[in-house]
T-cell receptor
Framework: KQEVTQIPAALSVPEGENLVLNCSFT??????LQWFRQDPGKGLTSLLL?????REQTSGRLNASLDKSSGRSTLYIAASQPGDSATYLC???????????????FGQGTILTVHP | NAGVMQNPRHLVRRRGQEARLRCSPM?????VYWYRQLPEEGLKFMVY????????ESGMPKERFSAEFPKEGPSILRIQQVVRGDSAAYFC??????????????FGDGTRLSIL
């Protein structure tokens, strides 16, 4: 059974810092890994999707890497801003058994606070 | 181009009543996923549907819960005889066919269900 773990559970940093969020998964048989952002009372916004054959993806100040063999991913946020404050979720689409149907297995999330 | 629409945003029910949650996918999407976010827990997959078909309901409780996605109209998640433990945020996500495994899922803002 796939399990996804995110560390740290919470992170508080001053504005301008570069930071790294970590995600690990127990079964390396995945189709892709996705990073989402969730604001309070809102749904999830997709930030980056990394295919299993890829090593990293970049979007603006965000960079996500994937090491499938070791079951790890990191989300790097450069020059953090107060508007980056949110919960960041990592999720994988498993490939074990060949019938994942695209369903996501989520980590518990990292609550990020960027203070001015 | 409207995103995934869920209604109601908030729903209050008394124990024993029925709850109906609705989800209209993004235009052009014919695949719908339902996830549940219990307090202090991560998002968990419940069910995956295509139009008129339940494809994977492995995450849905066997009793009191049902889901449908008719040919016309929104997908509906139905909870009969609700109990306090059903209080949670229920999220719907949609994805386009047929290459769903390489596309991010688009999430609605969720329905917050509270059981009195």
């Amino acid at each position: 059974k796939q399990e996804v773990t995110q560390i740290p559970a919470a992170l508080s940093v001053p504005e301008g810092e570069n930071l790294v969020l970590n995600c690990s998964f127990t079964d390396s048989a995945i189709y892709n890994l996705q990073w989402f952002r969730q604001d309070p009372g809102k749904g999830l916004t997709s930030l980056l999707l990394i295919q299993s054959s890829q090593r990293e993806q970049t979007s603006g100040r965000l960079n996500a890497s994937l090491d499938k063999s070791s079951g790890r991913s990191t989300l790097y946020i450069a020059a953090s801003q107060p508007g980056d404050s949110a919960t960041y979720l990592c999720a994988v689409v498993g490939a074990a058994g060949g019938t994942s149907y695209g369903k996501l297995t989520f980590g518990q999330g990292t609550i990020l606070t960027v203070h001015p | 181009n409207a995103g995934v629409m869920q209604n109601p945003r908030h729903l209050v029910r008394r124990r024993g009543q029925e709850a109906r949650l609705r989800c209209s996918p993004m235009k052009g999407h014919s695949h719908v996923y339902w996830y549940r976010q219990l307090p202090e827990e991560g998002l968990k997959f419940m069910v995956y549907l295509q139009k008129e078909n339940i494809i994977d309901e492995s995450g849905m409780p066997k009793e009191r819960f049902s889901a449908e996605f008719p040919k016309e109209g929104p997908s509906i998640l139905r909870i009969q005889q609700v109990v306090r433990g059903d209080s949670a945020a229920y999220f719907c996500a949609s994805s386009p066919p047929p290459d769903r495994l390489n596309q991010p899922q688009h999430f609605g803002d969720g329905t917050r269900l509270s059981i009195l």
